[in-house]
Structures are given as C-alpha cells and as structure tokens.
C-alpha cells in the first residue's frame, strides 16, 4: 500500500479556508510549575540567526521559535495558521492570504502586508538558500496592509504545504540593519542578520555565542499563547558524545539531542531520565559528483569515473546497507532504496526495493568501466549531525576498499561540512547527506536535490546530476492537481532516480532524545524541537 499524507486531499481542493483562531498545541500542559530555564545540549551548533542562509533542520527548527512563518504545523504536523489567519484559492495560479492582525514584531512595531512581500523578494535573492522552497512564487501583491496575494507559474496543488518554513522577517529592521539581502554562511560576506535575530514568534534572542551557547526568552508580546513553563531555553554546544551524556546524567542539561547509540541503555536505566524515540522523514544518503568533466580529489585525471552508470552501480552494489542499519545504526534504522520513506507522500513500498550486495558483481562493473584497479577519492562527511554520521563513512570507506576503491575521509563538524559542500562552492567529490523534505512530499527531494540546477531548482542538488528527463516528470509533478495521476508521475521518477543511481539511498534514522523524566517536550518525525511544546515539572 502506498503511505498517503491526510493533508493532500484536503489541499487538492480549489480552496482552504481556516478559522481565525490558531489552536493551541494538542498535548500542551498549562504552566503548573514554576518558571524555569530549559538547558538542552546538542552536538552541532546552528549556522546563523538569518533563516534565509541555510536549508538545515537544526537551523530551520531553532529559528522557528524566533520567526514565524504565514502557516505552521501542531504537534501532530497537521497545518494550522501562524502569522496567516486564513488563506484561500482564488484562481488556478493565485492563493489569497488574510493576515493576522494585531501581531507585533518584537521590538513593538506592526506586522503588515509590507514584511511578508519584502520577505519574499529576500528568500529568492540570488545570495539566499532557500530560493527552491518558494520559487513556484511568479509575483507576490500586496493587497491592503493585511492581505497578500500569491501567483504561482502554475497551479500548485501543495502551496500551503511549502509554505511551513518560510520565515517572515521585518522590512524595515533588515533595512536599518544592512540586511536587506542575506549572505552565503562560510563566504566572504557578512551582516547583521547573520548574528541577530528579531521575529515575532514565541521566544526572542537574548544572547549568541557561537559554537558555545545561545539563549532565547519568552516574547511578552506574542500573539498566541505559550504554554510553556520555560522562560529562557539555553542551547549548548557539546561536540563530545561522552561529555554531553554526562552532561545529562549529573543534571546539568535537561535534554540532550542527539544520544550516542551505545549510551542508550544506560540513559534508559538511569533513575529519573528517560529516552524518546521515533522513526524520522530524513532520508541518509550518498551522493556523487557526476557534473565535473574531472573530480577534484581523484587520481584519474583527465575523466569523471562517476559519469559512468557502471561505476555508481558498482558503488551501490558494494556498499552493505543492511550490515550498517544492523551494525553502525544497532537496528536503529529502516533501509531504502529511495529518496524519500514511510509518512513522505510518494513514497511506494513497492519500488522501494534495494539490490542486494555483490561484491563480485561491482569488481566486474569496475574492470568494464575501465577502473579493474580501482581509483581514489575524497569523501566529504559530518561527524555531528546525523546519527553516527562519521561511523557510517567509516563502514562505507571500508566496504568500498573491497573493490579498490581507496576513500580518503574528511570528516568535520556541519558548519565547515555544510560551507565545503553547499551552494555556492559545491566543493566535494563523494559525500554522506540526509534530507528530511519540509512539505512531507516527494516532489520536495526531487525538485531540491534531483531536478538540473538552474538557479532555483537542485539548489541543493550538490552532485549536479542532470536528466532533462526527470526535470519534465518534475514539473509536472509540481502542477498536477489529481493524487493518484501524480502519484504515479512520483513513482515513475522514483523509479528512474533509483535504476540511474542518480544517488545512493542508506536509510531513514531514527531520532533518540535524553530527557529528564520530569520534563515534557513533543518529538515529531521531522526531528523539529519546538520550544512551545517545552513543560517542566510535575502536570
């Protein structure tokens, strides 16, 4: 059976209309205990403050408590409106947005119309990361100071859904502060909104120490009420597995995310913390350079081996997914063939079949590609950003070493990782990537990391692989309004994606958080952490 999203019929319609009143969040404890500060620990930092900078959870997630998109999700990933009341299909290529009165930014002035164009223009500027998740977008019109109009190139069947990580800024602080145009993180440029944040969402920045710790508070002004007993909720950066576990065990940190895999039974049977566990969207993966006429840290000058089908289908053949879900991942973890799994609209369980491994077989695709020898090359990988990130590259170095291929690991923290391998400098031969897609659809992966890029589609396609194939059945994809005719288009792309080895799948993770027992916090498969849903103490 094919996994269907429950929002997709509902958005197939002409038009959605949603009450003025933003529910508050299912399971949310009213604020019984004291106030108190929420100390979490991770093991990555967030890039920056700007929201426009980077298309990365961790960012994404943590910048959601400070901006605040037209139209959020609830505890249960269900849409609800945010800084949007209510919206609207009013044409084939026009979605009408009534926009929330009464709002304030947090330092006091109005939200209008005028922030939601100017945010537009500013996520499709050419120096902004997060031009794909809105560049269906043909014009945006400003109706009066609390209505916009949106025109897409087409009609667009999930526009709703695309809108959840949009993040409204403020037209005239970016202005005062020189950030009318965010910045490449890792570039030569800089500006204010890379290190400062001002939103109108639930909690405001207090304090920014980079690689270290960041504190944000709650907004007295927010429009919405917060549940939440947290006042301040303090980010910490603890790179090494073993300080942050201990970190958590003497009760320093309140939650640590994410948990070392061998650390889980001990945190389980430590009185007074528990474990929450759920399967994640994010897909795990291995990507390759196929758009250079010759790899950067390869040996075989003068060609690209990745060019060659045979040489991507050796990889994928040697590589044993099921020993790493088992070894690596302790289980923790659901192989694919795909780019996209279980609860991703799309996603079909039967074209998401694996080759098994053959090792025989990838020495022989080796040997008729040219390559009986083998080669050498970089592989580009995080070491604290996914789980057991680093461990994962080790296991696929040392399978690939079996057809003679001689892989030589660079791993590094995300920030460097992310600045190496992202737009602009796409700076990496072979390399380990996850992706979770923000609209819980397939079209999402295909248009950001599979379609040509063209400046606003495959702007995370870090391999540049090109199929104008594939690029038509995208385009279709993303204007098709019937579920099961788009459908099958997702499962024709799927399915060409896959046999082409345009990438190599691994898994889906699972997402491990350490917590204090008598702490309350809500864990959604898009690995989100919303400081909203945060309850301390006793219910």
């Not at 695709?365 to 009986?372: D, I, S, T």
Request: proline fraction near 6%; glycine fraction near 6%.
């Amino acid at each position: 059976m094919r996994a269907r999203n429950p929002l997709f019929a509902v958005l197939m319609a002409s038009t959605m209309t949603l009450g003025l009143g933003a529910g508050l969040a299912v399971g949310a404890a009213p604020a019984t205990a004291q106030a108190a500060t929420f100390k979490w620990a991770s093991d990555g930092d967030v890039g920056a403050m700007d929201p426009y900078t980077r298309q990365e959870t961790v960012q994404l997630a943590f910048l959601l408590n400070i901006y605040e998109p037209l139209v959020r999700r609830d505890a249960h990933l269900k849409l609800e409106p945010a800084l949007a009341v209510s919206w609207k299909q009013i044409s084939p290529t026009v979605w009408r947005f009534h926009l929330r009165p009464n709002v304030k930014w947090q330092d006091g002035s109005p939200f209008t119309a005028d922030d939601v164009v100017f945010s537009l223009h500013r996520t499709l500027a050419k120096t902004s990361s997060m031009r794909a998740s809105m560049s269906m977008v043909k014009d945006v019109r400003k109706v009066n100071d609390l209505t916009v109009d949106f025109e897409t190139f087409a009609p667009d069947p999930i526009f709703p859904q695309e809108q959840t990580n949009f993040m409204i800024m403020s037209k005239a602080w970016c202005e005062a502060h020189g950030s009318v145009d965010p910045v490449f993180i890792g570039g030569t440029a800089d500006n204010y909104a890379v290190h400062n944040a001002m939103g109108t969402g639930p909690y405001r920045l207090v304090s920014r120490e980079p690689d270290r710790k960041t504190v944000v508070e709650k907004n007295p002004t927010w429009w919405d009420k917060n549940t939440s007993n947290a006042d301040r909720v303090e980010l910490d950066v603890i790179h090494n597995d073993a300080t942050r576990v201990a970190a958590l065990l003497s009760g320093e940190e309140d939650m640590i995310y994410s948990v070392p895999l061998q650390d889980m039974k001990r945190i389980a049977a430590t009185p007074g913390l528990k474990l929450i566990e759920s399967p994640e969207l994010r897909t795990i993966y291995l990507g390759m350079d196929v758009s250079r006429p010759q790899l950067l840290s390869s040996n075989i000058k003068g060609k690209n081996p990745f060019q060659d089908i045979r040489v991507r289908k050796a990889f994928e053949l040697a590589i044993d997914e099921n020993a790493i879900a088992a070894r690596v991942m302790q289980g923790l973890a659901h192989p694919t063939a795909l780019m996209w799994g279980p609860g991703v609209n799309g996603y079909d369980p039967k074209i998401d079949v694996r080759p098994k491994t053959n090792v025989a077989e990838a020495k022989k695709l080796m040997a008729e590609a040219g390559y009986p020898k083998g080669f050498e090359v970089g592989m580009d990988c995080p070491n604290d950003r996914y789980v057991n990130d680093a461990q994962i590259c080790t296991a696929v170095a040392s399978m690939l070493a079996r057809i003679n291929v001689k892989i030589d690991l660079n791993a590094q923290t995300k920030a460097k990782f992310f600045a190496k391998i992202l737009a602009p400098k796409y700076d990496t031969d072979f390399y380990l990537l996850g992706w979770t897609p923000s609209t819980y659809d397939a079209h999402n992966v295909l248009y950001t990391l599979l379609g040509t890029r063209n400046g606003k589609r495959g702007e995370v396609n870090v391999g540049g692989y090109s199929n104008p194939k594939l690029d038509d059945l995208i385009t279709k994809i993303s204007e098709d309004t019937n579920e099961a005719d788009r459908n099958k288009l997702i499962d024709e792309a799927g399915i060409m994606v896959r046999d082409d080895v345009a990438t190599i799948p691994l898994h889906q993770q699972v997402i491990v958080w350490g917590v204090k027992k008598d702490v309350s916090v809500v864990q959604t498969g898009d690995n989100d952490f919303t400081y909203r849903f945060i309850h301390m103490g006793a219910k």
